[in-house]
């Protein structure tokens, strides 16, 4: 994202120079090296204005470069426009699968709680139904010995009916989770 941006920066950057260069005046290079700079119908060589000095060739000559130099200009005015819309396009893409890879994210992560809920709820039950299982026989095994007065009995099954109401909680949140 950064060298793209990067990127970005470097192309604009560009673009602003060669506007702030470009201005009114253009320059233009020969062939033979001679440096002019045109200004309307102007034609100046160092500082100096030879428009009239000039034969009719050298004038095209001039216009030309001119023309060939402010086409090259333009088409790389045009190439910088395409890139930074293709950086632009590409950023949109780039923020679209982020939000798309969040949201994934997000919902695995629902998932995966779901499951450890799911095997908590398992955890619970067998835990608290292995106790009301033990519990219970105890007091038939009591029961049937006769070791245990009948308020004992009236205390066991009394916690034996509270484990079993535990117990169907714990089968209620599983079913939840089924």
Not at 21 to 26: A, F, H
């Amino acid at each position: 994202m950064k060298t793209i941006k990067t990127y970005q920066l470097i192309f604009s950057t560009f673009l602003i120079f060669s506007v702030f260069t470009c201005g009114n005046s253009k320059r233009v290079i020969t062939d033979e090296g001679k440096v002019y700079n045109i200004d309307g119908n102007t034609i100046e060589r160092n500082g100096k204005d030879v428009t009239n000095k000039l034969d009719p060739s050298e004038i095209e000559t001039i216009e030309n470069s001119l023309e060939e130099k402010e086409k090259v200009q333009e088409a790389e005015q045009q190439k910088i426009k395409e890139i930074n819309k293709a950086i632009e396009e590409q950023e949109k893409i780039e923020t679209k699968a982020k939000e798309k890879q969040d949201e994934l994210k997000s919902n695995l992560k629902d998932i995966q709680d779901r499951i450890e809920e799911r095997q908590e709820a398992r955890d619970d039950y067998a835990k608290i139904k292995a106790k009301y299982d033990q519990a219970k026989k105890e007091l038939i095994s009591s029961k049937e010995k006769g070791k245990l007065s009948s308020i004992e009995i009236k205390e066991r099954e009394a916690d034996l009916k509270k484990l079993e109401v535990k117990v169907e909680k714990a089968k209620i949140r599983l079913e939840k989770y089924q």
